[in-house]
Structures are given as C-alpha cells and as structure tokens.
C-alpha cells in the first residue's frame, strides 16, 4: 500500500495558497515544494477539475476557490489520487482456488482492507487544510 507524493504535494500547494494572499505561480510553488514545475502543474489540473483551485495561465497563477476551512484533506485525496476505482489496497491476483486458504482469502481479507481504508478516510475527512496550515503556524512560531 502506498498512496503516491501527489496527495502530499496538493496537500502542500493548497497549504500555501491558503497563508499567501497573491496569486501564486507554479513556478512559485515548485520552488516551495521542491520540485519541478511541469509536476506542479499537473496536480493543478487534477485541483482544477475537483474545483477546489483556479488557475490563470501566465503569470496569472492560481488561488483557492473555497475557503480553506471547507477543504479536507479527503477533499485533496479525491482529487489526486487514482487508486483503483477507489481502492487503497490491492490483493494479489489468482490465489490457488485449490487451497482453502487461496480460496477463502480475498473474499475475508477485503472485509478487513475495506475497514482500514474507510478509518483512513474518516480521519482525512476530519481535517481541513485550514487547520493544517495552523498546525504548520504553531510549529513555525514555536521554532522561532
């Protein structure tokens, strides 16, 4: 199970958006990121179509377009991630069905899969990027 770096470098664009009030290039927030801007502007276009971004081309750049409060971080998820129709977890293909372990595996272990991804769903849905970047705030100010 891996969830790609798109979750978290959204999850960082946004973050940034949300504490700088211009309109921010992606050039800007590569340089935030760390990164190449060709990859920021293509996790902008997966924003863009979940509608939680605006993006003017050139040095128009790209802002919010809700507030940050109202953004979770399941929101972000969503909107980057492509993980098999939804599915976090992936099981293994053709187990022996001659085995009654291999023929009982993926029918009880799904069960168990689907729960935890559901828990981390939940748990993502309970946190906007708003009190992320407050989190961010009081470790920056505690720092100093």
Same mark, same amino acid.
């Not at 798109?6 to 946004?14: D, E, G």
């Not at 969503?78 to 069905?97: D, I, S």
């Given at each position: ?50 509608? #939680?971004?605006?993006? !003017?081309?050139? %040095?128009?750049?790209?802002?919010? =377009? ?6 979770? @971080?399941? &929101? ?34 799904? #069960?168990?899969?689907? !729960?935890?991804? %559901?828990?981390?769903?939940?748990? =993502? ?6 009190? @992320?970047? &407050? ?10």
């Amino acid at each position: 199970m891996k969830i790609s770096s798109r979750f978290t470098i959204a999850v960082h664009m946004l973050s940034l958006m949300h504490v700088r009030s211009d309109h921010l290039t992606s050039e800007q927030i590569a340089d935030s990121v760390n990164t190449n801007p060709v990859i920021i502007r293509q996790i902008s276009r997966l924003l863009k179509k979940a509608g #939680l971004i605006e993006v !003017k081309r050139g %040095t128009g750049g790209a802002h919010l =377009l809700r507030d940050a409060g109202a953004i979770s @971080l399941y &929101d972000v998820y969503k909107a980057v991630e492509v993980v098999g129709e939804g599915e976090l977890f992936h099981t293994h293909e053709n187990p022996n069905p001659d085995c009654w372990v291999g023929a009982n595996i993926h029918q009880v272990l799904e #069960l168990v899969l689907l !729960k935890a991804q %559901t828990a981390m769903e939940n748990i =993502l849905k309970e946190m906007s990027i708003k009190e @992320l970047t &407050d989190l961010i705030i009081q470790k920056k100010n505690a720092s100093q």
